[in-house]
């Protein structure tokens, strides 16, 4: 592992590009993007994929084997807490009794926001059955400490809608939720291109987590690599640190002294 790897849950990952599974012509597509992304951790929708569940069927797991990745169960499609739950629960059987799952629990299927009280309840319940929670959330500083104190693992509000690809809209709000956040902070739903994941890595995210903008793409492979580079790039700049910004003020960036003509 790098000196900085991704630490969810006590556990090191080098990259920090979560991708989801869905949407994708096939599993071989499925395959060859993630491979292209250098993830390593894998959102997968419990209610939409057959990870065992369906006997019989092909199944995600002989594509990508959790040997291989850290298989994230999601609640993609559960409007209620019980939903959550009860759906969670169903993949940690699935998979043998992992923990680390993602919570999402929508509002309504026109918009996919997060039903936050619903999000909160569920939260409690899942941390007190002894999952890892990571949680989609909105982009509110005051509800995110609240996951936070319940004991979620990382919190991943939203940039904007899901599958939108609108990019970062609020980035306000997710600085001050970086800020004050003792988890990692993942920017989850809304990226459209690359552009858009270096600038939530620039804003001081640990990690983003996308599906559509790349399984949306004309060419998810080729869209998956990029992704990977602009994660990486935006996390360099991070670290190193930008320039201020002046307003009305040039700087040279390089001396001036000895310029022919010059004095």
Not at 17 to 33: H, I, M, N, P, S
Request: net charge negative; glycine share 10%.
């Amino acid at each position: 592992m790098s000196s900085d790897s991704l630490v969810i849950a006590g556990k090191a990952y080098n990259s920090r590009l979560l991708v989801g599974t869905g949407k994708y012509k096939d599993f071989a597509q499925t395959r060859e993007a993630i491979d292209a992304s250098g993830a390593e951790i894998i959102t997968v929708a419990i209610r939409r994929t057959n990870i065992g569940q369906e006997p019989g069927q092909p199944s995600l797991l002989e594509v990508l084997p959790p040997s291989q990745f850290t298989i994230l169960p999601n609640t993609a499609g559960c409007y209620t807490a019980d939903d959550a739950v009860r759906t969670l629960r169903l993949g940690r059987e699935l998979l043998d009794g992992h923990a680390l799952c993602k919570l999402e629990v929508l509002g309504d299927p026109h918009t996919l926001f997060p039903n936050m009280p619903e999000t909160l309840k569920a939260a409690a319940t899942l941390v007190k059955d002894g999952f890892q929670v990571m949680v989609y959330c909105a982009d509110d500083p005051i509800q995110a400490r609240m996951l936070e104190d319940i004991g979620c693992v990382a919190i991943m509000p939203l940039a904007s809608l899901i599958g939108s690809g609108m990019g970062i809209l609020n980035p306000w709000n997710l600085k001050l939720i970086i800020e004050q956040a003792k988890v990692p902070v993942l920017v989850d739903a809304g990226v459209g291109t690359a552009s858009d994941a270096a600038i939530a890595m620039e804003l001081g995210c640990d990690g983003v987590l996308m599906n559509t903008a790349i399984a949306g793409a004309q060419d998810p492979v080729l869209m998956a690599g990029a992704m990977k580079k602009a994660v990486e790039a935006g996390r360099e700049a991070y670290r190193a640190g930008r320039m201020p910004k002046k307003f009305y003020a040039a700087t040279p960036s390089s001396p001036s002294g000895g310029l022919i003509g010059g004095k």
